[in-house]
């Protein structure tokens, strides 16, 4: 895969201390707004770059910045990550146990589910739908 220039950055997810920063000092210098675009909300961020002269902007920005530093890292990255942890974020790296007497009941659940499919006796759809059911349990 060919590495383009921009993509990863863009798909990085973001850390609200930055984003506390740049709001910050949106508060403080004569042009506000950047942290809007470094949250991917682009619209807002022209306004606010518009509205500089007036000090509508100045005033967000300090707001969102606190706001922003109150918010449980999980919220943030719920609102402003669809949900992915950022990097800051709590990431568990340990494995948890893995119960093969679960799995291997889900296993023979989905087996008979397959039969009960190949035999006419459900339909594809409701296969699927069960099938699903049941791989969600092993989570």
Do not use: C
Not at 62 to 75: K, P
Not at 81 to 101: M, W, Y
Request: charged fraction near 20%; glycine fraction near 6%; charge should be positive.
């Amino acid at each position: 895969m060919v590495n383009q220039p921009g993509v990863h950055v863009l798909s990085q997810p973001r850390n609200r201390k930055v984003a506390s920063l740049l709001a910050f000092a949106g508060a403080v210098a004569p042009i506000a707004g950047f942290h809007k675009f470094y949250l991917r909300q682009p619209v807002w961020g022209v306004l606010y770059l518009l509205l500089s002269w007036t000090p509508i902007p100045r005033v967000a920005s300090a707001i969102e910045g606190i706001w922003y530093l109150a918010q449980e890292t999980d919220q943030f990255d719920q609102r402003f990550n669809n949900g992915l942890p950022s990097e800051t974020g709590k990431i568990s790296t340990a494995a948890e146990p893995v119960d093969t007497a679960k799995i291997g009941a889900i296993a023979d659940a989905v087996r008979k589910l397959d039969q009960l499919r190949a035999d006419g006796l459900i339909s594809e759809y409701e296969f699927e739908q069960k099938r699903r059911q049941l791989l969600d349990r092993m989570v």
